[in-house]
């Protein structure tokens, strides 16, 4: 008698539909899933792979997805009975659940985020005192001042005045010729 009322206790549990709350937790964590093994591949489509890699990637994903359902404690074939009975309404309901737990995820991880960098202010220095000193990124001489250069460097200035010579020079050799007067046209200008 016992092991019958026992079995009809789980039988009636069994066929409880997913809250909806856990259904979406766990639609959301399949997706995250397949994405993961989808990016294994290369994110590649199935025609793209060979047979030995579609095969693998269809093993993967089926173990991806047990997993999932054996953390959130839910049976396969439970999962897949109640996901053929939701109606539109349900179906639906579940799709704006999952939406709702992204975006709040992506707000906690943006919060997250915001609160490790801080308030992190630009300090813009005016002027230059013993309080507010300028710090140079190069390392001092052997005495201990740092090299600072006025215009450009030597190997730049060599450059420049060698390019400004070439232009000087070719422009002082000979003139360009004068340009060709345009041709008239018309009517009246065609040849016969």
Avoid: F
């Avoid at 890699?53 to 049976?75: C, H, I, P, S, Y």
């Avoid at 074939?77 to 704006?96: F, H």
């Avoid at 250069?149 to 004068?178: D, T, V, Y």
């Amino acid at each position: 008698m016992s092991i019958t009322l026992l079995t009809l206790c789980l039988a009636l549990a069994a066929d409880e539909p997913i809250a909806p709350e856990k259904s979406a937790v766990i639609a959301r964590e399949q997706r995250q899933a397949q994405a993961e093994v989808n990016a294994k591949y290369g994110n590649k489509k199935s025609s793209e792979l060979s047979r030995e890699e579609r095969g693998q990637m269809t093993k993967d994903l089926a173990n991806a997805e047990k997993a999932v359902l054996e953390k959130n404690g839910v049976d396969p074939k439970q999962w897949a009975r109640d996901s053929l009975k939701k109606d539109r309404a349900t179906y639906e309901q579940g799709k704006q659940l999952v939406k709702d737990l992204e975006e709040k995820e992506k707000a906690a991880e943006a919060k997250k985020k915001a609160d490790a960098e801080g308030s992190k202010e630009i300090e813009v220095q005016r002027g230059v005192s013993e309080q507010n000193p300028v710090t140079l990124d190069e390392k001092p001489n052997a005495d201990g001042t740092v090299p600072v250069e006025k215009g450009l460097p030597p190997e730049a200035a060599q450059e420049l005045e060698a390019a400004q010579g070439q232009e000087g020079a070719s422009a002082a050799e000979e003139p360009r010729p004068a340009a060709k007067p345009a041709r008239p046209t018309g009517k009246g200008s065609r040849r016969r």
